[in-house]
């Protein structure tokens, strides 16, 4: 069965960005010149999704705007003959269909996810969240999506964490099936080091069948007293298998000061209109 639907929560209040998303989306942090929430809806739609439900709350509205239309702006390049920004500004309110859900309070990951069962609609789908760049020739979520379809169960992304960061993390115990790929034994969310199955951790990227949502609904207040994936996942575990697959790319974790400071420098490197400048304030500063 294809997978066209994906559900990408950005309810997070950001305080690992504070005081700069106090008023302002994390996921609107740019990386260059886009914001990070673009290259995960590029990442979702590059992967064969063709309806993406944001599960948003009070003060998201940017991202809300950020993916609409701009007349104002339009007709400004337009005036300007500034086709390129023009074009490029109209591309992005019609990159895909977006649905907008509004989470009433922030109660936990899995509760953001369960808000968008009726329009899930009993179809498998996937998890995206907002604040993870993960750059690949295959995305991240196609690699999930191909498991998916090879077994037809759900799919965790997974790769090794610093054992002293499980406390971040649902971190897995997982029996392996080749070097990428485990069946999935235990999850559990955010343990600490010394009571930590593994340090292979659920990185912000999931392929479900539907019946997690049923097993979410399920799950009481966990970790941080918040309504968690992580548990659901436990749930749905003990009727259906699910796999764990280490996926191929690189992640950085844009709501972490260091990583988002790497994301920035990796892709001016990667940019021709900045490469070459920033090499050299690169070896300007002596590194
Ligand atoms: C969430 C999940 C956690 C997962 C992590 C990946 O935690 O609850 O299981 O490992 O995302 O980023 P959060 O980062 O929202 O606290």
Same mark, same amino acid.
Do not use: W
């Given at each position: 069965?294809?997978?066209? %639907?994906?559900?990408?929560?950005?309810?997070? @209040?950001?305080?690992?960005?504070?005081?700069?998303?106090?008023? *302002?989306?994390?996921? *609107?942090?740019?990386?260059?010149?886009?914001?990070?929430?673009? =290259?995960?809806?590029?990442?979702?739609?590059?992967?064969?999704?063709?309806?993406?439900?944001?599960?948003?709350?009070?003060? !998201?509205?940017?991202?809300?705007? =950020?993916?609409?239309?701009?007349?104002? /702006?339009?007709?400004?390049?337009?005036?300007?003959?500034?086709?390129?920004?023009?074009? *490029?500004?109209?591309?992005?309110? &019609? *990159?895909?269909?977006?649905?907008?859900?509004?989470? %009433?309070?922030?109660? +936990?990951?899995?509760?953001?996810?369960?808000?968008?069962?009726?329009?899930?609609?009993?179809?498998?789908?996937?998890? /995206?969240?907002?604040?993870?760049?993960?750059?690949?020739?295959?995305?991240?979520? %196609?690699?999930?999506?191909?498991?998916?379809? !090879?077994?037809?169960?759900?799919?965790?992304?997974?790769?090794?964490?610093?054992?002293?960061?499980?406390?971040?993390?649902?971190?897995?115990?997982? %029996?392996?099936?080749?070097?990428?790929?485990?069946?999935?034994?235990?999850?559990?969310?955010?343990?600490?080091?010394?009571?930590?199955? &593994?340090?292979?951790?659920?990185?912000?990227?999931?392929?479900?069948?539907?019946?997690?949502?049923?097993?979410?609904?399920?799950?009481?207040?966990?970790?941080?007293?918040?309504?968690?994936?992580?548990?659901?996942?436990?749930?749905?575990?003990?009727?259906?298998?699910?796999?764990?697959?280490?996926?191929?790319?690189?992640?950085?974790?844009? +709501?972490? !000061?260091?990583?988002?400071?790497?994301?920035?420098?990796?892709?001016?490197?990667?940019?021709?209109?900045?490469?070459?400048?920033? @090499?050299?304030?690169?070896?300007?500063? +002596?590194?």
């Amino acid at each position: 069965m294809e997978i066209k %639907k994906a559900v990408i929560p950005v309810a997070g @209040m950001g305080t690992r960005f504070l005081p700069a998303t106090k008023s *302002m989306p994390k996921e *609107m942090l740019p990386v260059i010149d886009k914001p990070v929430i673009h =290259y995960v809806v590029e990442e979702a739609i590059a992967s064969g999704i063709d309806d993406i439900i944001f599960i948003t709350g009070r003060s !998201k509205r940017s991202i809300e705007d =950020y993916f609409d239309d701009s007349p104002e /702006l339009e007709s400004h390049l337009r005036q300007k003959n500034s086709d390129k920004l023009l074009k *490029m500004v109209q591309d992005i309110s &019609s *990159m895909v269909d977006i649905h907008y859900i509004r989470q %009433k309070e922030p109660r +936990g990951l899995g509760d953001a996810i369960l808000t968008a069962k009726k329009h899930i609609n009993d179809e498998p789908f996937a998890v /995206l969240l907002g604040d993870d760049i993960i750059v690949n020739k295959t995305p991240c979520t %196609k690699q999930l999506i191909d498991n998916f379809q !090879k077994y037809g169960r759900s799919t965790i992304a997974v790769e090794e964490v610093p054992p002293e960061k499980t406390g971040n993390y649902g971190i897995i115990q997982g %029996k392996p099936m080749d070097e990428s790929l485990y069946i999935l034994e235990d999850i559990i969310e955010k343990p600490d080091p010394k009571e930590a199955p &593994s340090n292979i951790g659920a990185i912000g990227r999931y392929v479900f069948t539907p019946e997690i949502l049923d097993c979410i609904k399920q799950t009481t207040a966990g970790v941080g007293n918040e309504i968690q994936l992580t548990d659901g996942i436990r749930l749905l575990n003990k009727e259906q298998k699910i796999y764990a697959y280490r996926f191929t790319g690189k992640r950085y974790d844009t +709501g972490d !000061k260091v990583e988002y400071v790497k994301a920035i420098i990796d892709f001016a490197l990667g940019n021709e209109e900045t490469k070459k400048e920033i @090499m050299e304030h690169i070896k300007d500063i +002596g590194l």
